[in-house]
Structure formats: C-alpha cells, structure tokens
C-alpha cells in the first residue's frame, strides 16, 4: 500500500455562495443542476440523505463516458460556514479501482466580487505496492475540477438560478 495526496484548484467566476449551493451544499441543488450543467455526461445525481455527514450521493454517467457508470461517495463532513466538504469514493471510477481508499475534500472561497477558488485535496492509498501514476493522480483532480468548470458554465448561463 503506499498512500498519497494531490491537490489542485481553479478559479470560476460565480460567487462561493452560489457555486457551493449548486455542487456541495444544497442536496435538491445539486440533484437538479449537476446532470442539466453535465448533460451528455452525468444523467442523474441522486442524493440519500441531508447532506451532512452519512449522505450517499451516486452520480449516473451517460452511457458514452464509457469507462464508468456510477460513482458513488459518502459525506464525511460538510462546513457549511467554510464551504468545506469531505467524501470518500465507496464505489466506482476507473482510477478507484486502483486504490484501497480515497477521501476528497473540496474547498471554496471566496475571491472576490462573483470569483471564486474551488481546492481539491484527493488522499488516497493503492491496493497495491506501487504509487498511483501521474496520469491517473491528475485524472482524480480534473475530474472534479471538470464538474465544476461545467457547473459555472451552466450558472453563468442562467444567472437568476441560486442568486
């Protein structure tokens, strides 16, 4: 087993309010606006739970993603005050079939008028005795990245929705 860590960030422009109501905070908020700011990739994002710790949140993938069809994680804790949130991966994806665990947190703060910086931390351990290469370490981050690269794209185009 080796364990590891990778961190990443982006900037978006859409308030750190408004992007953690739409990706993180608000369970019915990231049920609707996930798969219609991800269509043709993410179908559906279902949701067991408040949010909080013990959430199970499943994310369906379009069938022309191909390599996965369902990742499911778990709330570890969730920071309502600063837009901090922990999961673990507990099923799917085509790097976690690699690792023994993965445990993601995602940060956003604000950085401005309508700006904001999205931190992602991925911790991992490998089955195996082997580090997790480089292309697969880059792919966990940019995946969540991805997602809320997507999600500003999708608020900037209806900018009444979570105002």
Not at 6 to 13: G, H, L, M, S, Y
Request: with cysteine.
């Amino acid at each position: 087993m080796v364990a590891g860590v990778i961190t990443d960030e982006c900037t978006v422009a859409v308030s750190a309010e408004r992007l953690w109501k739409a990706c993180f905070g608000n369970v019915s908020a990231r049920a609707a606006i996930v798969p219609k700011a991800c269509a043709g990739f993410i179908d559906a994002v279902e949701v067991e739970g408040d949010g909080g710790a013990g959430t199970v949140t499943t994310m369906k993938f379009n069938a022309a993603v191909g390599e996965v069809s369902v990742v499911k994680s778990r709330t570890v804790s969730l920071d309502e005050a600063t837009f901090v949130m922990r999961a673990e991966v507990i099923e799917g994806g085509k790097v976690t079939a690699q690792l023994k665990s993965q445990v993601n947190e995602v940060k956003v703060e604000a950085a401005g008028e309508g700006v904001s910086v999205v931190k992602v931390k991925v911790e991992y351990d490998t089955i195996g005795d082997a580090p997790l290469p480089a292309e697969d370490q880059a792919r966990l981050t940019k995946a969540y990245l991805g997602l809320v690269k997507k999600v500003e794209a999708y608020l900037a185009a209806h900018p009444d929705e979570l105002a």
